[in-house]
Structure formats: C-alpha cells, structure tokens
C-alpha cells in the first residue's frame, strides 16, 4: 500500500489524520467567531487580550526609550 512506501505504518498515518482533523476543525471554528465578531462590531477575544496587554505598557512605545 502507499503507506508502506512512505515508510509510514497505518497506525501512525490514522493518528496523524486524526490530529490534523482536530487542528484544522479549531481553526475553522475560530475562524468563523472571530468573523461573526467583526460583522457585529465586538471585539474578538485575541484583540481583546492584545489591547489588554498594550495598555498595561508592554507594548508601549514610551518603555523603549
């Protein structure tokens, strides 16, 4: 079979199927509330953490100097 000529068993091949099965669901899934947030004007969780961390002055412009 292919598998073997890859030099890959079929468990091996079933698990890294399965693992990417899971990331590319989360990402698809994340991707879709981060959209959902913008069409209603909220801010998504990810820029929500970003602005957080900016206002405490870790990513301020002032500290640098």
Same mark, same amino acid.
């Given at each position: 079979?292919?598998?073997? @000529?890859?030099?890959?068993? !079929?468990?091996?091949?079933?698990?890294?199927?399965?693992?990417?099965?899971?990331?590319?669901?989360?990402?698809?899934?994340?991707?879709? #509330? @981060?959209?959902?947030? #913008?069409?209603?004007? +909220?801010?998504?969780?990810? #820029? #929500?953490?970003? +602005?957080?961390?900016?206002? +405490?002055? !870790?990513?301020? +412009? @002032?500290?640098?100097?």
């Amino acid at each position: 079979m292919i598998w073997n @000529e890859l030099g890959i068993s !079929g468990g091996t091949a079933l698990i890294v199927l399965c693992a990417l099965y899971f990331v590319i669901k989360w990402a698809v899934r994340n991707g879709i #509330r @981060e959209a959902h947030a #913008r069409i209603n004007g +909220e801010k998504g969780r990810l #820029r #929500r953490l970003w +602005e957080g961390f900016a206002q +405490e002055g !870790g990513a301020s +412009e @002032e500290a640098a100097e």
